[in-house]
């Protein structure tokens, strides 16, 4: 049997399983969590421990055809400015619950497009987080940023209010492929676009990419590689293609006929990889790649990397506060997401309420699958000692699914009495072996491709 064959048998083209940016899922989330919980989870934070914040913009003044993120396009800024008031009176609820002195370590803003904000209302926002949380002297703040919708003054703004790291959406360069996917983004615009955050001093820039995109081939593929390399950037996130046209219903205005085929999307994903790899960028996890000297790739050599609802991350913070509709906030007892539509948590929070309206408490045997489905993606292997030393015995419940992969997934993985690691070769199918350690999975919903 080939390589391929055999990745195809255990699942590589048609397994439908969660990218594990938590555990359990989103889908997994019930509404019998929500802001009373949320209320008792910031009350009872411990001040001395820095927290992070993510807070999301939903408007785009494009609606890129391909997009599965939580966003609605707007023409007009009169909603924005109406949603970063609602986000101010957010911050003042949470002000009055968080325990006095309480830090930030780390903020992002992500979408959505938050660079639809103008150099006013970036500023305004802002100095009101800061103002609830102060951030550390070694806090770090990075920004999603869409190229074809920023300009220097914008730039200037995020910069005096602290950006250290920028993330820019490529997708992909060229033009059929633009034109398939509704986004067009001329490379010269980007690469004006990156100048400007170099020239306000921004050292970390990520730009995402997307294989499995309509049209994509092996040559126009290289051809916007070159480019964005060309663009220097200090990590890329290269993500697959989800076509989920039942949750992100402006993807029916993309052929599926024209999106290249399983196995082609495969060798799409591997060519990009040994060529970031060429280029000296380092491989993060699934799906990231950063140059040595970068924090991601430094905390991978330590092995600090992490998994949060972005992604890849060096961020240590245990806390995170999800501000903005859909947000989620990862709290000590568990997972709470802010009411999804924009109107539904505008409404929560003119009444005074907090905006979480669903959520997961998390069992002692929540966190360490959590954990151990962590270890796997961010590093591919599970490491049952690491595991002992903060579950204790408990860890032992995972021996059995252990057993069930290493028999499931032969060679590919290395079951030892210390735990799982993926052999390269079966990295591929590391969200489906962790979907094997998964006890909520049957409870969620359905889910893109696996690779
Ligand atoms: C909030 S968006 C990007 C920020 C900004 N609005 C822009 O367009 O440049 C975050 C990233 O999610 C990724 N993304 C969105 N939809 C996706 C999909 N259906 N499949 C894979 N990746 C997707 C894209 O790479 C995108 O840059
Ligand atoms: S890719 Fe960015 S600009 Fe396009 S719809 Fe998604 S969030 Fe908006």
Redesign the pocket.
């Known amino acids: 049997m080939t390589r391929i064959d055999r990745l195809r048998t255990l699942g590589l083209f048609s397994a439908r399983v969660p990218r594990y940016t938590s555990y359990p899922t989103a889908p997994v989330f019930t509404d019998t969590v929500g802001a009373t919980q949320q209320a008792q989870g910031l009350a009872a934070l411990d001040p001395d421990v820095p927290v992070s914040v993510y807070l999301h913009i939903p408007f785009?003044e494009?609606?890129?055809w391909f997009?599965a993120?939580r966003?609605q396009g707007t023409r007009s800024l009169a909603p924005v400015d109406r949603y970063i008031d609602t986000l101010e009176a957010e911050l003042t609820l949470l002000r009055d619950l968080l325990p006095a002195g309480l830090r930030m370590g780390r903020m992002h803003w992500g979408?959505?497009?938050p660079t639809i904000l103008r150099p006013a209302l970036i500023r305004r926002l802002a100095h009101a987080v800061q103002a609830v949380l102060p951030p550390t002297p070694e806090a770090e703040f990075s920004v999603e940023i869409?190229p074809t919708l920023v300009d220097a003054d914008k730039i200037a703004a995020l910069a005096q209010a602290g950006m250290t790291r920028a993330s820019i959406?490529v997708q992909d360069f060229d033009p059929q492929v633009q034109a398939a996917i509704g986004?067009s983004q001329p490379f010269d615009i980007t690469r004006d676009c990156v100048t400007e955050l170099r020239a306000a001093g921004i050292a970390s820039l990520n730009a995402d990419l997307v294989y499995g995109l309509p049209h994509q081939d092996s040559a126009r593929l290289e051809r916007t590689l070159d480019q964005v390399l060309s663009l220097a950037p200090d990590r890329v996130a290269l993500f697959g293609y989800a076509h989920v046209p039942w949750m992100a219903r402006r993807q029916a205005l993309i052929d599926a006929e024209t999106l290249p085929g399983e196995e082609t999307r495969h060798q799409l994903a591997q060519q990009a990889a040994r060529r970031f790899r060429h280029a000296g960028l380092q491989p993060i996890g699934i799906d990231h790649f950063a140059r040595p000297s970068d924090g991601l790739a430094r905390a991978a050599q330590a092995g600090r990397v992490r998994r949060n609802f972005q992604g890849y991350t060096d961020d240590s913070c245990p806390t995170l506060l999800g501000l903005g509709a859909s947000s989620i906030s990862r709290l000590p007892g568990g997972y709470v997401q802010n009411a999804s539509a924009t109107p539904a948590y505008a409404q929560r929070i003119a009444a005074g309420q907090l905006a979480g309206a669903r959520g997961h408490l998390m069992s002692g045997e929540d966190a360490l699958r959590a954990r151990a489905i962590e270890m796997l993606m961010c590093d591919f292997h599970l490491d049952l000692a690491a595991l002992r030393r903060v579950f204790g015995p408990s860890s032992a419940r995972l021996l059995p699914d252990i057993a069930q992969i290493a028999a499931e997934f032969g060679d590919l993985v290395r079951a030892t009495p210390e735990g799982l690691r993926i052999a390269p070769g079966g990295r591929v199918l590391t969200r489906i072996i962790a979907s094997r350690l998964d006890r909520h999975i049957a409870a969620g919903g359905r889910f893109s491709q696996a690779s």
Do not use: N
Request: charged share 25%; proline share 0%.
């Open positions: 785009c494009r609606l890129c997009c993120c966003t979408g959505g497009t869409d959406g986004r």
